[in-house]
């Protein structure tokens, strides 16, 4: 799975939980598991990329102040 599977109020479409688990030995193609169902959501590098997303979305919309959006985003805008 290349894809992301999260609803539209990043949690889990099959359980709705938020929370996510990462195994030990992470890379880009690592899947990332739903904390509450075990679901298979999609690979790490996905999630980077999703989340990159939202926030850069938030950072454009005025609801996030950039200087809190993180390290390797805050250095982008």
């Not at 990043?10 to 509450?36: F, W």
């Not at 919309?61 to 805008?77: E, F, Q, W």
């Amino acid at each position: 799975m290349s894809g992301f599977a999260l609803t539209s109020n990043y949690a889990c479409e099959t359980c709705d939980c938020s929370a996510i688990m990462l195994p030990e030995a992470l890379n880009d193609h690592s899947p990332v598991r739903c904390s509450g169902c075990g679901a298979e959501l999609g690979e790490w590098g996905a999630f980077k990329a999703m989340t990159r997303r939202i926030i850069m979305d938030e950072v454009e919309r005025g609801t996030c102040d950039p200087r809190s959006a993180g390290v390797d985003l805050a250095m982008k805008i």
